[in-house]
């Protein structure tokens, strides 16, 4: 566990996506489909995929809250990530038991890893495409529509098989 942990710690330190926050349409379509899918009853696991993505994000949100206030100290910005991930705990803290299935992380937290995981890697993926059609998007809202593909096809994979 203390592995993972600190490949995701220095996955964050190192990801340049801190620079580039997520845009508001992409926040409120991933807290909306996480309210959805919870209140229709998809599998937990899926759902963790989603919030994992939404933290991250709401953390990017922070980040760039600290950089308009002129707030800069040493490890900010891995301190919001971290602050903002960690309020998985608070989120579901009453609708959940702890059941170890990978390693001895939870389930539910294990998949809402892959979901900040893959969250970013659809950001990078995106900075990637659009450095390469001279900085322009290839059609309007692609950050958004990319980030909820790889987000839907992930929670799909994970609901479908059981992973």
């Known amino acids: 566990m203390k592995k993972l942990l600190a490949v995701l710690c ?10 580039n926050p997520a845009c508001a ?5 991933i807290g909306a489909t996480l309210t959805i899918s919870r ?7 899926a759902v963790a995929v989603w919030l994992g993505a939404f933290l991250v994000i709401l953390g990017y949100w922070a980040i760039k809250w600290f950089d308009k206030k002129n707030w800069h100290f040493f490890g900010r910005d891995i ?13 579901y803290i009453r609708h959940l ?14 998949w809402a890893i892959i979901g900040a995981i893959v969250y970013i890697v659809s950001q990078k993926l995106y900075e990637y495409m659009k450095r ?10 692609e950050k958004v529509v990319l980030a909820l593909v790889m987000l839907f096809v992930t929670s799909w994979l994970v609901s479908k098989f059981a992973l």
Request: net charge negative; proline share 3%.
């Open 97 to 110: 038991t702890y059941q170890p299935c990978f390693w001895i992380i939870d389930a539910f937290l294990f």
């Open 25 to 29: 349409v992409c926040t409120v379509a």
């Open 132 to 141: 390469h059609n001279n900085n322009h998007a290839h059609f309007p809202f």
């Open 79 to 91: 301190i919001l990530m971290l602050i903002s991930f960690s309020m998985i705990g608070a989120l």
């Open 10 to 19: 220095g996955t964050l330190a190192t990801s340049n996506v801190f620079a």
């Open 39 to 45: 209140k229709l009853g998809v599998c937990d696991n």
